[in-house]
């Protein structure tokens, strides 16, 4: 789980568009990067891991669980 989870962040990429800003002019990306880079990727990944562990999600449904978001969300020009 260590070697793991040091090799998220280089494996995982998970970022905001930058149109995607907060009130007040700041990027929802530099929030999350100023509280702890990598975080996106970190807890995207905790998330699968829970799903699979205590949810019992099927693998094969978590993969095309996650295409289907990432079409959504390339769709709307979130991430």
Do not use: C, R
Not at 58 to 79: A, E, G, H, P
Request: no cysteine; proline share 5%; glycine share 6%.
């Amino acid at each position: 789980m260590m070697v793991v989870g040091g090799l998220i962040p280089s494996y995982v990429s998970l970022h905001f568009a930058e149109t995607l800003v907060a009130p007040g002019g700041v990027s929802i990306q530099a929030i999350f990067d100023s509280i702890m880079p990598n975080i996106l990727p970190l807890g995207f990944v905790f998330t699968l891991y829970w799903l699979f562990k205590k949810k019992h999600v099927n693998t094969l449904m978590l993969i095309i669980l996650i295409i289907l978001v990432s079409i959504v969300l390339s769709f709307f020009k979130i991430m």
